[in-house]
Protein backbone atom coordinates (compact mmCIF):
# COMPACT_ATOMS: atom_id res chain seq x y z
CA UNK A 1 0.00 0.00 0.00
CA UNK A 2 1.39 3.34 -0.59
CA UNK A 3 0.67 6.49 2.18
CA UNK A 4 -1.58 8.70 0.97
CA UNK A 5 -0.74 12.45 1.55
CA UNK A 6 -2.49 14.99 2.24
CA UNK A 7 -1.80 17.14 -1.46
CA UNK A 8 0.65 16.01 -4.25
CA UNK A 9 4.38 15.69 -2.87
CA UNK A 10 5.48 18.59 -4.87
CA UNK A 11 2.95 20.76 -2.82
CA UNK A 12 3.90 19.99 0.94
CA UNK A 13 5.58 21.97 2.96
CA UNK A 14 6.53 18.94 5.64
CA UNK A 15 6.63 15.34 4.80
CA UNK A 16 8.08 12.35 7.13
CA UNK A 17 7.91 9.26 7.50
CA UNK A 18 8.49 6.98 9.86
CA UNK A 19 9.03 2.61 10.07
CA UNK A 20 9.41 -0.18 12.36
CA UNK A 21 9.24 -3.89 11.70
CA UNK A 22 7.28 -5.04 14.89
CA UNK A 23 7.65 -8.62 15.94
CA UNK A 24 3.68 -9.53 15.68
CA UNK A 25 1.74 -7.75 13.15
CA UNK A 26 -0.86 -5.19 13.74
CA UNK A 27 -3.44 -3.62 11.84
CA UNK A 28 -3.48 0.37 12.01
CA UNK A 29 -5.99 0.89 14.72
CA UNK A 30 -4.55 -1.46 17.03
CA UNK A 31 -0.78 0.12 16.17
CA UNK A 32 -2.34 3.50 16.45
CA UNK A 33 -4.34 2.29 19.77
CA UNK A 34 -1.60 1.45 21.15
CA UNK A 35 0.55 4.14 20.34
CA UNK A 36 -1.79 6.64 21.83
CA UNK A 37 -2.71 4.78 25.06
CA UNK A 38 0.12 5.50 26.49
CA UNK A 39 1.20 8.81 25.62
CA UNK A 40 5.51 9.78 25.71
CA UNK A 41 6.25 11.51 28.59
CA UNK A 42 6.30 15.30 28.51
CA UNK A 43 3.40 14.92 25.57
CA UNK A 44 0.41 16.66 27.73
CA UNK A 45 2.72 19.84 29.06
CA UNK A 46 3.79 19.99 25.06
CA UNK A 47 0.21 19.91 23.91
CA UNK A 48 -0.84 22.93 26.35
CA UNK A 49 2.11 25.10 25.83
CA UNK A 50 1.05 24.40 22.02
CA UNK A 51 -2.76 25.34 23.24
CA UNK A 52 -1.77 28.41 24.93
CA UNK A 53 0.36 30.08 22.50
CA UNK A 54 -1.50 29.02 19.13
CA UNK A 55 -5.08 30.13 20.98
CA UNK A 56 -3.62 33.30 20.58
CA UNK A 57 -3.77 33.01 16.96
CA UNK A 58 -7.32 31.69 16.46
CA UNK A 59 -6.80 28.24 16.45
CA UNK A 60 -8.64 25.95 18.29
CA UNK A 61 -7.54 24.18 21.23
CA UNK A 62 -6.56 20.60 20.87
CA UNK A 63 -5.42 19.40 24.49
CA UNK A 64 -3.36 16.19 23.18
CA UNK A 65 -4.20 12.54 23.42
CA UNK A 66 -6.72 11.57 25.43
CA UNK A 67 -4.97 7.65 25.66
CA UNK A 68 -8.88 6.62 25.04
CA UNK A 69 -9.11 3.31 23.39
CA UNK A 70 -10.86 3.22 19.91
CA UNK A 71 -12.08 -0.20 18.41
CA UNK A 72 -12.87 0.00 14.60
CA UNK A 73 -12.96 3.28 13.19
CA UNK A 74 -14.70 4.41 10.76
CA UNK A 75 -15.14 7.30 8.18
CA UNK A 76 -16.30 10.34 10.36
CA UNK A 77 -15.25 9.25 13.23
CA UNK A 78 -13.07 11.69 15.44
CA UNK A 79 -9.94 10.05 17.18
CA UNK A 80 -9.15 13.20 19.34
CA UNK A 81 -8.46 15.50 17.37
CA UNK A 82 -7.76 13.90 14.04
CA UNK A 83 -10.96 12.89 11.76
CA UNK A 84 -11.03 9.72 10.25
CA UNK A 85 -10.83 10.07 6.69
CA UNK A 86 -9.95 6.56 5.68
CA UNK A 87 -10.25 3.10 7.53
CA UNK A 88 -9.00 0.19 5.15
CA UNK A 89 -7.95 -2.86 6.29
CA UNK A 90 -4.10 -2.26 5.86
CA UNK A 91 -4.29 1.98 6.39
CA UNK A 92 -5.80 4.42 8.87
CA UNK A 93 -6.27 7.79 7.31
CA UNK A 94 -6.60 10.82 10.15
CA UNK A 95 -6.57 14.19 9.06
CA UNK A 96 -6.97 17.85 11.04
CA UNK A 97 -7.53 20.54 8.73
CA UNK A 98 -7.94 24.40 10.03
CA UNK A 99 -6.95 28.23 7.90
CA UNK A 100 -3.34 27.82 8.72
CA UNK A 101 -3.16 24.14 8.10
CA UNK A 102 -3.56 20.87 6.72
CA UNK A 103 -2.29 17.52 8.40
CA UNK A 104 -2.78 14.23 7.52
CA UNK A 105 -1.22 11.49 9.25
CA UNK A 106 -1.38 7.68 7.43
CA UNK A 107 -0.82 4.61 9.26
CA UNK A 108 0.24 1.55 7.01
CA UNK A 109 -0.06 -1.97 9.41
CA UNK A 110 1.02 -5.46 9.12
CA UNK A 111 4.57 -6.97 9.87
CA UNK A 112 5.75 -3.33 9.12
CA UNK A 113 4.30 -0.36 10.68
CA UNK A 114 4.57 2.86 8.39
CA UNK A 115 3.34 6.47 9.68
CA UNK A 116 3.60 9.09 7.38
CA UNK A 117 3.11 12.89 8.20
CA UNK A 118 2.57 15.19 5.29
CA UNK A 119 1.71 18.63 5.69
CA UNK A 120 0.19 21.69 3.62
CA UNK A 121 0.84 24.83 5.12
CA UNK A 122 -1.80 28.42 4.11
CA UNK A 123 -0.14 31.16 5.69
CA UNK A 124 2.96 32.45 8.25
CA UNK A 125 1.62 31.22 11.56
CA UNK A 126 1.17 27.75 9.49
CA UNK A 127 4.54 27.74 8.30
CA UNK A 128 6.51 28.82 11.60
CA UNK A 129 4.27 26.33 13.44
CA UNK A 130 5.56 23.71 11.24
CA UNK A 131 9.21 25.13 11.80
CA UNK A 132 8.71 24.41 15.76
CA UNK A 133 6.77 21.14 15.12
CA UNK A 134 8.30 19.57 12.47
CA UNK A 135 11.92 18.51 14.10
CA UNK A 136 10.08 17.64 17.16
CA UNK A 137 7.34 15.75 15.20
CA UNK A 138 10.07 13.10 13.56
CA UNK A 139 11.52 12.62 17.28
CA UNK A 140 8.31 12.16 18.73
CA UNK A 141 7.35 9.43 15.96
CA UNK A 142 10.57 7.53 16.37
CA UNK A 143 10.28 7.07 19.74
CA UNK A 144 6.63 5.96 19.68
CA UNK A 145 7.38 3.65 17.30
CA UNK A 146 10.43 2.42 19.89
CA UNK A 147 8.12 2.48 22.85
CA UNK A 148 5.56 0.55 20.67
CA UNK A 149 8.16 -2.45 19.68
CA UNK A 150 9.44 -2.95 23.42
CA UNK A 151 5.60 -3.46 24.85
CA UNK A 152 4.76 -5.91 22.36
Given at each position: MTALLVAPRQRLDFFHEGAVDLPRPLTPAMAWGRIMADPLP?????????????ARFGVARIGGFSGATIGTPKVGDHLDFFLVEAA?????TL???????????????GARLVITASVVTHNLFGRAYMWVVGPAHRLIVRSMLRRLVRGL
Open positions: GMRLAFRVRDAISEPGRLTARDRHLDVMICVEG
